[in-house]
């Protein structure tokens, strides 16, 4: 039986981000190289179900944003409104003095929704997203 590659990699992030990362991993006993690999197949697990699912589905998208990010307000708003066949509504939390959480209920084509989901990842201040779908109860 052959051994397995290993890649090496190296990975940049907020020294913040590297301190809560490797206190929850030292909790569930994790090397780093353990739970990036652990991450990386969630990561795919999940891509590769949105990717699969076809049809109309309903669920919500999750955004965590830094709401002083410059002009982040305004594009998550004109998003939405651009979307508001398939967004059903919205909830604003505050988090903190700096960032939010925004809760959209989608309904609708998958594709649309996935094609939501990446335009509000992408847009500059948004720190997490996170789709949840699920198949319409006949």
């Known amino acids: ?7 090496r990699f190296s990975v940049s992030a907020p020294s913040d981000l590297l301190q809560e990362f490797n206190s929850a991993i ?23 179900w949105t990717r699969e699912a076809k049809g109309i589905m309903t669920g919500a998208i999750v955004v965590i944003y ?3 990010a410059r002009g982040i307000e305004e594009g998550l708003t004109n998003t939405q409104h651009h979307n508001q066949d ?7 939390i505050h988090l903190d003095d700096r960032h939010c959480l925004e809760m959209i209920a989608v309904k609708g084509e998958v594709k649309d929704i996935q094609d939501l989901t990446k335009e509000l990842t992408r847009q500059r201040g948004v720190k997490q997203t996170k789709l949840a779908l699920v198949t319409l109860p006949r």
């Open 26 to 48: 030292s909790d569930v006993g994790y090397s780093r190289s353990e739970a990036v690999q652990t991450a990386m197949r969630n990561l795919l697990g999940e891509f590769r």
């Open 66 to 68: 830094d709401h002083e």
């Open 1 to 7: 039986m052959g051994k397995k590659s290993v890649s």
């Open 86 to 92: 398939i967004i059903s509504s919205t909830m604003h």
